[in-house]
């Protein structure tokens, strides 16, 4: 009953410079993202709020390209802000999230075991502590949006989860300094319109 979400909130995409053009120029429409690692499973990705933390993404996107594509024409880093609805969402967020992830989890477990396959496994990464491949949290919650078709139920439009990432902010503070909400988008029509972010006017208070 309470899974609406009847807000409009702020989203950023970090990209490239061609794909900001392409978007906000030629009316494009950002493409999901299906790697068996994303966080919320598939759908198109952004921070809540966050400008800062998609610019950072955004570098580090463009950087990883341009050493993994060294003869080619190195990418520039953008944002894309959004304006978005949640509409019927998955908030993981909401202390109710958990049954229907354990759920969904127990489902992937029992049907992996059936046929003799492991269940896939979150991972850090080199350099990082963090879990940054979460490819069983994405097998688990695309599992249950498998449930949701298989049994007429209603789909969900987008996922929500807040993730604490990073280092302390300061000697042993239980606040990381990359902690941050993150949205999927399944539904395209949550998304109500593009925008290019722009710089504050620092003559004039924050609204």
Not at 3 to 10: C, G, K, V
Not at 118 to 142: F, M, W, Y
Request: hydrophobic share 30%; charged share 25%; proline share 5%.
């Amino acid at each position: 009953m309470y899974s609406n979400l009847p807000n409009l909130i702020i989203g950023f995409h970090g990209c490239d410079l061609d794909t900001y053009r392409n978007v906000l120029y030629k009316h494009d429409r950002l493409q999901a993202s299906h790697n068996s690692y994303d966080w919320l499973g598939g759908g198109i990705y952004f921070w809540e709020n966050s400008l800062d933390r998609a610019e950072e993404w955004a570098v580090s996107y463009c950087n990883r390209y341009r050493k993994n594509h060294s003869g080619e024409k190195p990418k520039e880093p953008a944002v894309i802000g959004a304006v978005i609805s949640l509409g019927h969402c998955l908030d993981l967020t909401d202390y109710g999230s958990a049954s229907i992830l354990k759920t969904g989890y127990e489902i992937l477990k029992l049907e992996l075991s059936l046929l003799g396959k492991p269940l896939p496994v979150n991972r850090d990464v080199t350099g990082s502590k963090d879990l940054l491949l979460r490819e069983r949290d994405c097998a688990v919650i695309e599992r249950i949006h498998q449930y949701n078709r298989e049994n007429g139920e209603r789909p969900y439009d987008s996922v929500r989860g807040v993730f604490v990432e990073g280092n302390p902010v300061y000697e042993d503070s239980g606040i990381m300094e990359k902690t941050h909400t993150q949205l999927c988008i399944i539904n395209p029509n949550c998304i109500k319109g593009y925008f290019s972010p722009l710089l504050p006017d620092r003559e004039w208070n924050m609204v």
